[in-house]
């Protein structure tokens, strides 16, 4: 056990995880435990300190969930987050209630009484940029707490019990769009629970390594591998885990990008590494006829996933797991690690999965952020080439198609991919971007090429700046750029007559169009 450590207490936030990837990133040992945890057995954990998480519910009805007094009484510091701050003033006897403005997004707040949880924070003309995402607020504070910070709309935007062991706070720290909320946390970390510096990406692989050793024993394991950063990463982790032990199997399912196959292929044998190459556009490509739904695109590729692995793993002997490169906003799009949490898309590696597998799931960096996957990527020597590659989703092209995928959409789609990735290169923008694709549009509009009508096909480009992919801004690419690249992919693919760009956030649009 690590000697000092934060217990992050789990009410359903979508950002629960993302609070434990911040404590980890100031080099501090996180975990995240649910809110059935009893006092105790918290307690027994011996935490420097708890934050409690944000959560969808309301506090002001009855049979949801509390954070219990005995845990506010045990002088362990407490950080209450959104409804972890609402649950607190609940249980201290404040009084919640409904909003009559709900924030959501951006806003402004002023401090009040002097805390040492904003220690060295900046205003600017005496106010602070922060994020909300709250219907409920507290109206009246418990007895011994005072007012730390204030919004135009919530007038009890922060507080602080008298002796300063205790904190809520309305708004996000651990969003990225909470302006220094790392210097937040920091200070609650630090200055409030006295913890040290105890967590590097050294930890986290050893950590990692130990767990697969000790799930997997001497049995071999599947992995299926994309060729994208986090399954790439978890070739690495695995290979130095088990060694010989691992299969790689590279399904290609007919949507990836030009020229993919070759080079995943070429990437890895060179490492030394087990990888083998499953043709199966086919079966993918005639399983996707006639479908338009999203939510049926991914479940379907999910599946056919999972019956060539079952194939491929029936030729190996010993084979019992089912590795992937599954990591934490996944898993928050397609389900809930806590509780009443929505379900916005099924990825094909986690909601999209068959309820049923012969094999058992192997998921080492579930747990984990785009961006810590990169770190401990590097750590392992993974290829630069690799790591630093935009993220391609699992289902492929095959989501960027909206409408149903068929052969021509793919072709089109390619060419328009390559195009628009090669600028950016060109252009030196590559590496300044998150994500950037092309989408294919259900769509025709009219243009006009030679004098002559065109009624042909419309794409969208995406390009986004982020840290964690679990929010996003739109990349404000130059125009002139936008401009060349449109103009490449009408001149150069006649079968498009129009290309527009894609200018909106997560959220409240996802990253991927499906």
């Known amino acids: 056990m690590k000697e000092h450590k934060i217990i992050i207490i789990d009410f359903g936030s979508q950002y629960t995880q993302l609070i434990a990837r911040r404590v980890r990133e100031v080099g501090v040992y996180s975990l995240v435990v649910p809110s059935s945890k009893n006092a105790q057995e918290i307690k027994a954990m011996n935490p420097s300190g708890i934050i409690l998480s944000g959560g969808p519910e309301s506090v002001t009805v009855s049979k949801s969930q509390r954070i219990s007094k005995e845990l506010i009484d045990s002088k362990i510091p407490i950080l ?33 009484n002097p805390s040492p949880i904003f220690k060295n924070i900046k205003l600017k003309n005496d106010l602070f940029d922060v994020w909300m995402s709250h219907g409920d607020q507290v109206e009246k504070l418990p007895n011994n707490y005072e007012v730390i910070a204030s919004s135009k709309d919530c007038q009890i935007a922060g507080f602080q019990s008298k002796d300063k062991s205790i904190f809520g706070l309305q708004f996000h720290p651990e969003v990225t769009h909470t302006e220094q909320g790392i210097k937040i946390l920091s200070n609650f970390v630090f200055d409030i ?17 130990d767990d697969v050793k000790i799930q997997v024993k001497n049995e071999k394991v599947l992995l299926g591998l994309s060729g994208g950063v986090d399954s790439s990463v978890v070739a690495m982790l695995l290979h130095k885990a088990i060694g010989s032990n691992l299969v790689c199997i590279f399904v290609d399912h007919g949507l990836l990008r030009l020229g993919e196959v070759d080079e995943v292929m070429t990437t890895f044998q060179e490492i030394g590494i087990d990888i083998r190459l499953s043709k199966a556009s086919n079966i993918f490509i005639s399983r996707l006829k006639g479908v338009i739904d999203p939510e049926k695109k991914r479940k379907i590729i999910g599946n056919t996933f999972i ?25 928050i799009e397609s389900s809930s690690d806590g509780h009443n949490s929505s379900v916005i898309k099924s990825h094909h590696n986690v909601g ?11 998921e080492p960096i579930r747990q984990l952020f785009k961006d810590e996957v990169r770190k401990i990527g590097k750590e392992l020597k993974t290829p630069e080439h690799i790591i630093s590659r ?125």
Not at 84 to 89: D, E, K, P, R, V
Not at 193 to 209: A, E, H, L, Q, R
Not at 352 to 362: A, F, Y
């Open 307 to 331: 019956d060539i692995f079952e194939k491929e793993a029936k030729k190996i002997k010993n084979i019992n797991w089912l590795a992937q490169g599954t990591i934490y906003p996944d898993v």
């Open 390 to 514: 935009h993220p391609f989703p699992g289902p492929g092209l095959g989501i960027r198609i909206m409408g149903e995928v068929l052969n021509d959409r793919i072709k089109t789609l390619q060419k328009a991919d390559k195009i628009f990735i090669d600028e950016l290169h060109k252009n030196n923008l590559y590496d300044s971007l998150s994500q950037a694709f092309v989408v294919y549009l259900p769509i025709k509009s009219v243009g006009v090429v030679g004098d002559e009508r065109r009624y042909e096909d419309v794409l969208a480009l995406r390009a986004v700046e982020t840290v964690d992919f679990m929010t996003a801004k739109w990349a404000n690419l130059p125009y002139d750029f936008i401009g060349k690249v449109s103009n490449r992919i009408v001149n150069e693919i006649p079968t498009v007559s129009r290309v527009v760009y894609d200018c909106t956030g997560k959220p409240p649009a996802t990253i991927e169009w499906e």
């Open 352 to 362: 999209g999965l068959p309820e049923r597998m012969n094999l058992k799931l192997l």
């Open 80 to 112: 209450g987050i959104c409804y972890g701050m609402q649950t607190l003033s609940k249980e201290l006897g404040g009084r919640v209630a409904s909003a009559d403005i709900h924030e959501f997004g951006h806003a402004e707040i002023s401090f009040g």
């Open 193 to 209: 629970c006295g913890c040290k510096k105890n967590w590097s990406t050294k930890d986290i692989i050893n950590s990692m390594i």
